[in-house]
T-cell receptor, first 115, second 115 residues
Framework: AQTVTQSQPEMSVQEAETVTLSCTYD???????LFWYKQPPSRQMILVIR??????QNATENRFSVNFQKAAKSFSLKISDSQLGDTAMYFC????????????FGTGTRLTIIP | DAGVIQSPRHEVTEMGQEVTLRCKPI?????LFWYRQTMMRGLELLIY????????DSGMPEDRFSAKMPNASFSTLKIQPSEPRDSAVYFC?????????????FGDGTRLSIL
């Protein structure tokens, strides 16, 4: 079974600064997918970024980028030039490549952007 | 394009009553997931369907919970009889298995309060 660990329950950072959220996972699979989802106070679950484990290049989406370290089973999210709208819970999630479509979520990190 | 649509957005009812939560997935998506989110347990997958067929219901907490998907555009999650410990936010999500690792798209959730 897969497990996803987010060791930072809460973080805060000044607006315009850069922040990195940590995520580690445990799996015996070689190929899989990793995701970051954002849940703002409105409680929507919004996909932030997706990484394929067989790609060495780190995924980026505008101000969001990941540092994917496959050997270390680490998948951190970097938010550059943070904005007030980035205030949210952030969840890391794992999906196997084949077999089923289940997502395994971490417990989340509550990020607060301070004006 | 319309996203995943859930109703109602909020539900408050008394213990013992039947509760029905509804979900309309994104058109063309062939997977549908029901999650429950609580402070204590985080995001839990309750059940998921592929092409309207339940694939894994191992997360359904007990016989009081049931889910159906009578067609590709509608699913229900029913709790009968409801109990205060069922209070949570219930999310529906859908995805398309056109290629591996497709992200799940979430609805806005139903906040359920059982008094």
């Amino acid at each position: 079974a897969q497990t996803v660990t987010q060791s930072q329950p809460e973080m805060s950072v000044q607006e315009a600064e850069t922040v990195t959220l940590s995520c580690t996972y445990d799996t015996s699979e070689n190929n899989y997918y990793l995701f970051w989802y954002k849940q703002p106070p409105s409680r929507q679950m919004i996909l932030v970024i997706r990484q394929e484990a067989y790609k060495q290049q780190n995924a980026t989406e505008n101000r969001f980028s990941v540092n994917f370290q496959k050997a270390a089973k680490s998948f951190s999210l970097k938010i550059s030039d943070s904005q007030l709208g980035d205030t949210a819970m952030y969840f890391c999630a794992f999906m196997k490549l084949l077999g089923n479509e289940k997502l395994t979520f971490g417990t989340g990190t509550r990020l607060t952007i301070i004006p | 394009d319309a996203g995943v649509i859930q109703s109602p957005r909020h539900e408050v009812t008394e213990m013992g009553q039947e509760v029905t939560l509804r979900c309309k997935p994104i058109s063309g998506h062939d997977y549908l997931f029901w999650y429950r989110q609580t402070m204590m347990r985080g995001l839990e997958l309750l059940i998921y369907f592929n092409n309207n067929v339940p694939i894994d219901d191992s997360g359904m907490p007990e016989d009081r919970f049931s889910a159906k998907m009578p067609n590709a555009s509608f699913s229900t999650l029913k709790i009968q009889p409801s109990e205060p410990r069922d209070s949570a936010v219930y999310f529906c999500a859908s995805s398309f298995r056109g290629g591996a690792g497709q992200p799940q798209h979430f609805g806005d959730g139903t906040r359920l309060s059982i008094l």
